[in-house]
């Protein structure tokens, strides 16, 4: 199981995602950022709900022996219930479905929860925070996305940043606690700009596995977000 947010309220938590890791060398590289990270990010596409394909349940199930970080696996698949129970099997500690591509949201992320994981729900930028109001009261995290999802590397959508803001105003007002997570684009250049604006979980591919020293990436990814 994932930490909370009242567990981690204060804190930044760093997610590094493994799109851009060598998928032939994943352990190793899964061990670079072992000591810094909070959580390992897992982006699992199907090629329908995003044009691309990466990796499912049996690979999931591999990296959890090989590591002690909280799983956050990511679905951007199609009709995600079809595979919640398989993912939780292989040993996701948080499981997230995009809202576009549940016909039933909130039977899903019931599900989710009722094997004991975490339930995340994430948001393209083009779906407005509407979308989910609904379930709220009932979610361990809303993920949303700050790039089209599919590829890694991509730019960070400016006009995300206020959407953090609105999500964190509504969570506060409503004395929600669940995280808000940002996926896209994520680097040094915004991290602060990003966790003051609400986010505490942020994830990051290329600025973590592009840099030749992953650790010392998530670090100042840490140091940066939460300076004060
Ligand atoms: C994109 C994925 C992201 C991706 C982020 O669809 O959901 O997790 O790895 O990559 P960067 O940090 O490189 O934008
Ligand atoms: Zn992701």
Redesign the pocket.
């Known amino acids: 199981m994932i930490a909370t947010y009242t567990e981690t309220q204060g804190r930044v938590l760093i997610s590094p ?1 493994i ?2 890791a060598d998928f032939a060398r994943l352990a190793d590289d899964i061990r670079k950022v072992e000591t810094e990270a909070d959580w390992l ?1 897992i ?1 699992v ?1 199907d090629g329908m709900f ?1 044009p691309n394909i990466t990796i499912g349940p049996p690979v999931v199930a591999s990296i959890r022996k090989h590591t002690a970080l909280p799983l956050d696996v ?1 679905l ?1 698949i199609a009709d995600p219930d079809r595979y919640v129970e398989a993912f939780v099997a292989a040993g996701a500690d948080l499981v997230t479905v995009h809202a576009e591509a549940c016909t039933h949201l909130d039977r899903v992320l019931q599900h989710i929860r009722s094997l004991g994981a975490g339930a995340g729900v994430s948001l393209n930028p083009a779906t407005p925070l509407t979308a989910i109001e609904e379930v709220l009261d009932r979610v361990d995290l809303v993920l949303l ?1 700050t ?1 089209n ?6 730019k960070f959508i400016p006009s995300m940043m206020d959407k953090i803001r609105r999500l964190r105003a509504q969570a506060e007002h409503a004395g929600y606690a669940f995280h808000i997570q940002v ?5 040094p250049a915004n991290a602060r700009e990003i966790y003051v604006a609400g986010a505490d979980v942020l ?5 973590i596995y ?1 840099d030749a020293d992953p650790a010392e990436a998530c670090r100042r990814l840490r140091g940066l977000a939460c300076e004060s």
């Open positions: 995602s799109l851009s990010h982006d596409m995003v990511h951007m996305m790039v999802p599919g590829f890694g590397g991509q996926d896209g684009g994520i680097g994830v990051a591919g290329n600025s592009g």
